[in-house]
């Protein structure tokens, strides 16, 4: 059947949005776990940056709790969690042999939180959500699937772009990238933040930022 | 077969990536657990299972034709064969499926039927399930699995392949398909059987929808889709029928399809299983089973039922008072391993208040021989051990009817208990069915 349903649609927007979501997040933590040997992290600032509740003690309860407290609604668990939520419900879409991948990649989030260095069975968790972004590349047939799991994986790494200040040298090619692949989903984009985005050219000032920002994330409406 | 069963852990880790997992509600809360899979499977040697798969197709063939009757004409009731308490007072009857005839006449579209080996080789029916029995999915998964871990034990065995599950569930959705996609209904994400709904979903090659993906408008239901409406032709529903159509049965329902009922007396849906059913697989039905094969095909059943009494007749209520110590007590309202009994296991003072219970309400319980059924070996950290085990055997009933070659055991990981069910904790087995 060449038609989604618009809660399949809507769950697969979200599924590339919150694997996103993890692998670019897990990897810009990547360093931390080096700086806090020499240093101290400035957490207060990423909570700010990323809109989320700063309620932690120190870096190293951040550095726990951000990323392993299945209770706490803004932690990389939780964003594991809601990432498999999606998928599961895909599966007949997806496929088992890609599903598998989210399994994995949650199976590893709990098995790094049980270790007592949790950076080397993280890595697994990322090389899962590569292996997996392989994987529906490859065995995915339906080509506005396809696009429309990478358009929301776009519009999520951009966000994290642009709310963190980080590869901002890449957002324009990755507006470049995003636009092509809107093209090949059924996807209906908000004309406003359209001229926005195609206009755009890599930030310099916050306020630039600020209204790419706006412009990713109001360019569907999910 | 060492292999394979030097790969037990291996499997399961195998299963859980593939997230096969039951959901389980505790206390108000939605858990999911793995179900424990012990790769020593059972083996049912091909000449024993062509008169199992004879029982069966028989037996169900029967309860179609009994299904039929009930919603239509009512011979059997009105020929004294089943007594009609035992049909309108089930709750399981509808009176709202009254004179609807089903695409193709077909009812119970999937069977799940409970079987036991006794320890005289005899196989025993232990209950029909003709709503929404869940199961198959765990062996044919764990078959696939099974195969990749140990290729070498299935070139040795020769074991008929039940990889063939989804194709078969096509072929029956296809033949009572009235026009349209094929859908497999899912109360969604948080039902205990949701890994099994969207596996299947993927092997049929149906779409897997849940309420508010579909809608019923001018007596057809439709796939909501972000482009024009869909037309359905089956839903293969695993909704129960009174959450079903909250326009039709419970009103509070939020998971059923307002006005799917209509679709479906309409003749524009085929619904699977179709509703109603449960008149067919009530605990007091049971009893008369073997009647309904005389009655419907006028041939002996096959497959024999557990020895079971009504306390609604007087003799068999007085036999199950006078000997309660050694049967097992079933109400006949619960399901899932819920509301058995041993009588062996209850005090004197508890003994009497359940003879009390009987005598105020007989037509809510049958009271059964415990059948001393085959144990059967389980490898419990690495040593091998014997456990009580089921068989629940698919049943397809579509242009054929046919058995699936292959089917769940369950088994009861407590030495003490004769309770098979996941929900109490039990794991499954794969079935082979072995060639000569």
């Known amino acids: ?222 | 077969m060492k292999t394979l069963l030097a790969h037990t852990k291996e499997i399961n880790e195998q299963l859980a990536r593939y997230g096969v997992k039951f959901g389980i509600y505790k206390d108000g809360t939605f858990n999911e657990r793995l179900f424990p899979f012990d790769p020593v499977p059972r083996q049912i040697p091909e000449k024993d299972y062509e008169v199992l798969e004879k029982g069966l197709i028989q037996r169900v063939t029967a309860l179609n034709k009994f299904i039929y009757d009930i919603y239509h004409d009512k011979k059997i009731v009105r020929d004294g064969v089943v007594p009609e308490e035992f049909v309108y007072r089930s709750p399981g009857y509808l009176a709202q499926c009254e004179g609807i005839t089903p695409s193709k006449d077909v009812y119970s579209h999937i069977s799940g039927i409970d079987l036991v080996e006794g320890k005289n080789n005899e196989w025993y029916i232990l209950e029909d399930n003709l709503r929404i029995p869940s199961g198959a999915s765990y062996p044919l998964i764990a078959r696939t699995l099974c195969r990749r871990c140990s290729p070498e034990t299935f070139k040795r065995y020769r074991v008929r392949d039940n990889r063939n599950y989804g194709a078969l569930l096509k072929r029956t959705m296809d033949y009572v398909n009235t026009g349209g996609i094929n859908v497999i209904f899912t109360p969604g994400r948080y039902n205990a059987a949701y890994f099994e709904h969207s596996y299947l979903a993927e092997q049929a090659g149906a779409v897997l929808a849940e309420s508010n993906d579909l809608f019923v408008e001018n007596q057809t239901l439709y796939y909501r889709t972000s482009r024009d409406p869909v037309k359905v032709g089956a839903v293969y529903r695993r909704v129960s029928d009174e959450y079903m159509d909250p326009l039709c049965f419970e009103p509070s329902s939020l998971i059923g399809i307002p006005n799917l009922m209509d679709a479906y007396r309409a003749g524009n849906v085929a619904v699977m299983n179709a509703p109603g059913n449960g008149v067919a697989d009530d605990k007091g039905i049971y009893y008369f089973v073997p009647k309904m094969v005389k009655y419907y095909l006028g041939e002996d059943a096959i497959l024999k039922n557990a020895p079971t009494y009504l306390p609604y007749y007087e003799e068999d209520r007085k036999y199950t008072l006078d000997n309660i110590h050694r049967l097992v007590i079933k109400d006949v309202a619960e399901a899932g391993g819920y509301g058995v009994v041993f009588g062996e296991n209850l005090t004197q003072e508890q003994r009497e208040d359940l003879k009390n219970t009987i005598l105020n309400a007989p037509r809510r319980f049958i009271a059964q021989e415990v059948i001393d059924f085959k144990d059967l070996p389980i490898l419990d950290n690495g040593e091998t051990v014997e456990r009580k085990a089921d068989l629940r055997a698919f049943v397809l009933s579509g242009e054929n009817v046919q058995v699936w070659p292959s089917g769940l055991t369950r088994f009861s990981r407590n030495p003490d208990s004769f309770v098979v069910n996941s929900s109490q904790g039990g794991g499954f087995k794969d079935t082979w069915i072995v060639c000569q």
């Open chain 1, 1 to 222: 059947m060449d038609s989604l349903s618009v809660s399949k649609l809507n769950r697969l927007y979200w599924l590339g949005r919150y694997y996103e979501r993890l692998s670019t997040t897990l990897s810009y933590l990547w360093d931390w776990y080096d700086v806090m040997i020499d240093g101290e992290i400035d957490y207060p600032d990423f909570c700010q940056k990323l809109s989320i509740d700063c309620c932690y003690k120190d870096d190293k309860d951040f550095m726990h709790n951000y990323v392993f407290d299945k209770n706490n609604p803004d932690s990389l668990r939780t964003v594991a969690d809601a990432m498999l939520g999606n998928g599961m419900v895909l599966r007949e879409i997806i496929g088992s042999r890609t599903l598998a991948y989210l399994e994995l990649a949650v199976m590893g989030m709990k098995s790094a939180e049980e270790s007592d260095s949790p950076t080397l069975p993280l890595q697994r968790v990322i090389d899962f959500i590569m292996a997996f972004r392989g994987s529906y590349d490859d065995m995915i047939d339906d080509e506005n699937v396809r696009n429309i799991i990478k358009c929301a994986a776009g519009v999520e790494r951009l966000s994290l772009y642009l709310r963190l200040g980080w590869h901002l040298d890449s957002v324009k090619s990755e507006i470049g990238k995003l636009m092509k692949r809107m093209n090949r989903t059924s996807l209906q984009p908000s004309h406003t933040s359209l001229q926005v985005l195609l206009s755009a050219k890599n930030p310099e000032t916050p306020e630039e930022r600020k209204k790419l920002l706006d412009a990713a994330e109001n360019l569907f409406v999910m």
